[in-house]
């Protein structure tokens, strides 16, 4: 659109706080942006010559303009965000939400089970979280069973199956893991009670609990029951351990979020602190890319919503590196200069200032374009000690999809650079259940005995990621095939970078920053994410399908259908009633869409 096209509608835009939209001439959302003063915002694009190359090739796209006014300016950043997390529109920020996150769910059914779950469904559960490492919360999960006594099982717990006596207790009732609400033994009043426990436990509400422990071991003590008094006094000490564990700042603090930033080129990192009741409950660090003229202040408001709604954060204190002028007049937003709060500020900064040497680090492993392949491969050849110069390298990893479908990859490098066409997967065939050596060994028995086949020449490396235990089912396979000794094979342990031959019981180190082991790990990086994109194709197929066959007068072909055409459950659910029924026709689609929108 052009400037005079835009005089035309200009008075048409408020002069009123509200967000805007722009459209191509196919009707395709390319930006949403909000404004104080609608008109004064969006006239700034077509009056002002000092826009960057991208704002110049986004206005040259606009051929409508679209608004919403709103109440206020805080009102104006959730609508933003909102749309920009549904739409996605290139030239905004990527603010999406990461499903894959571990959440905590307590399932909404009778006697609800908690569990660690990465699906956040709408079906009523009540969700804690997200978590950002899982391991953190199987170790909430086993301190939670640990001092709280809840059902593990997938029993169906309703009234009329208790009261029929359909089950028996089991050995966690014995074990006094579970008060056997399966045999009407606990009330709900009282297994409700537990969870309440737990939900104070994961939002760090611990005085309560606490508080209501030392009466109830009163309450022993006073009845001379010195056993369960012992019982109740391992259980507070238990929370005062877990609650030490936590990075204590100051116990009469509300909740407060902690937001700080850092850059590196087009880049913002926005590093963010959960806290509640003194302590640091949750935190996470973000990378954006700057997609058009935003500023760190536009792209740090932006990331204060989108962090709240993805934790759920109800805080109206922020603690910031600098003021927000836009939309933040109803927080109290404190910039400290000294003392507690600073300190909190500069935990975030370190996070954020470590996420820059991660990224600063992962595009030095891939390696600048003029350096001499020639020299690297030369130097590759002289650390390993190999007979010939390594111009053909190949690397295999492999990974287990819920322990049931082994799946590996391989990648290959020539003359030092990856030569794409040559990556293969492997759909492994012969291995059931979890077993990464039997794995290793029929994938590179698979590639070799095809390469003897079609006579292609062999490489001259192999890396094996994964340490001795695949090396040594490498070798095997390689034997077999009768190649022993007509190229190098090596073993790579995962994370510390150890280089293992065969039969040697040191490894070998090369020079952290050496370019020779900058190769090395963007091979072994390049295998990783090769190996996980199939991985992921994988788990996605799995899912669509156990999902749709658990459809009663839902057949194989059927789902294989649905697959090959829609590839996603995501996918489905966007179609049509009427698109769907020309695939399957109208009792299956309904069947279907009934399903999915349960």
């Not at 835009?6 to 949403?32: E, H, N, R, V």
């Not at 370019?515 to 994988?538: A, N, P, Q, S, T």
Request: include cysteine.
């Amino acid at each position: 659109m052009d400037s005079k096209l835009f005089s035309t509608i200009q008075q048409s835009l408020p002069s009123a706080p509200g967000i805007y939209k722009y459209f191509d001439a196919d009707k395709k959302l390319l930006y949403i942006g909000k404004a104080k003063n609608i008109r004064k915002r969006v006239s700034s694009y077509f009056t002002k010559n000092q826009h960057s190359y991208k704002t110049h090739e986004l206005v040259k796209q606009i051929d409508s303009i679209e608004f919403t006014i709103v109440h206020s300016e805080h009102d104006a950043l959730l609508l933003e965000n909102s749309l920009i997390k549904e739409f996605r529109p290139k030239f905004n920020i990527d603010l999406k939400d990461d499903k894959t996150y571990p959440y905590i769910v307590i399932k909404n059914e009778p006697f609800p089970r908690v569990f660690l779950t990465r699906r956040h469904i709408n079906d009523g559960s009540t969700y804690l979280g997200p978590f950002t490492s899982s391991s953190k919360v199987r170790e909430l999960l086993s301190f939670i069973r640990l001092h709280i006594p809840i059902r593990t099982c997938s029993l169906n717990l309703s009234a009329s199956n208790i009261t029929r006596k359909k089950y028996k207790v089991c050995l966690e009732y014995h074990l006094g893991n579970c008060k056997g609400p399966c045999v009407g033994l606990q009330s709900e009043e009282d297994y409700q009670a537990g969870l309440d426990e737990i939900k104070h436990i994961l939002k760090g509400n611990l005085s309560g609990i606490l508080s209501n422990y030392r009466s109830i071991q009163q309450k022993f003590v006073n009845e001379m029951a010195f056993e369960k008094a012992s019982m109740i006094q391992k259980k507070i000490e238990g929370l005062k351990n877990y609650q030490s564990q936590s990075v204590i700042v100051n116990p009469k603090w509300g909740d407060i979020d902690v937001f700080a930033t850092a850059r590196l080129d087009e880049k913002i990192i926005v590093s963010y602190l959960l806290i509640r009741n003194g302590s640091i409950a949750n935190s996470a660090t973000q990378a954006f890319d700057i997609r058009l003229d935003e500023t760190e202040e536009d792209i740090l408001a932006q990331s204060v919503v989108h962090f709240q709604h993805t934790y759920g954060s109800e805080a109206k204190e922020l603690i910031l590196p600098y003021a927000l002028e836009f939309g933040f007049s109803e927080f109290k937003l404190t910039i400290p200069k000294s003392g507690e709060k600073k300190k909190l500020l500069e935990i975030a900064c370190k996070n954020a200032n470590h996420m820059i040497e991660e990224v600063k680090k992962k595009k030095t492993l891939h390696l600048n374009e003029d350096v001499d392949k020639s020299e690297l491969l030369e130097k590759l050849k002289t650390a390993l000690l190999l007979k010939e110069l390594p111009l053909h390298i190949e690397c295999f990893d492999n990974s287990n999809f819920q322990g049931s479908n082994p799946v590996s990859a391989m990648v290959c490098f020539k003359d030092g650079v990856p030569s794409k066409k040559d990556y293969r997967h492997f759909n492994v065939k012969t291995v059931s259940g979890i077993n990464d050596f039997a794995t290793m060994r029929e994938a590179v028995g698979r590639r070799y005995s095809r390469l003897i086949r079609e006579n292609t020449g062999l490489p001259q490396l192999v890396i094996i990621d994964g340490g001795k235990g695949q090396l040594s089912a490498a070798l095997e396979a390689i034997e077999e095939l009768g190649l022993t000794g007509k190229m190098t094979v090596v073993g790579l342990a995962k994370n510390v970078e150890e280089i293992f031959f065969p039969g040697d019981k040191d490894s070998l180190k090369l020079p952290y920053n050496s370019k020779e082991l900058l190769l090395i790990r963007r091979i072994r990086d390049e295998v990783h994410r090769f190996g996980i994109g199939f991985h992921r194709k994988k788990r996605s197929q799995f899912t669509f399908r156990n999902s749709l066959e658990e459809i009663d007068g839902i057949g194989t072909k059927t789902v294989e259908q649905l697959l090959v055409k829609y590839r996603s459950l995501s996918n489905i659910k966007k179609i049509s009633e009427a698109e769907l029924s020309s695939l399957v026709g109208p009792f299956k689609a309904r069947l279907i869409k009934n399903y999915l929108d349960a």
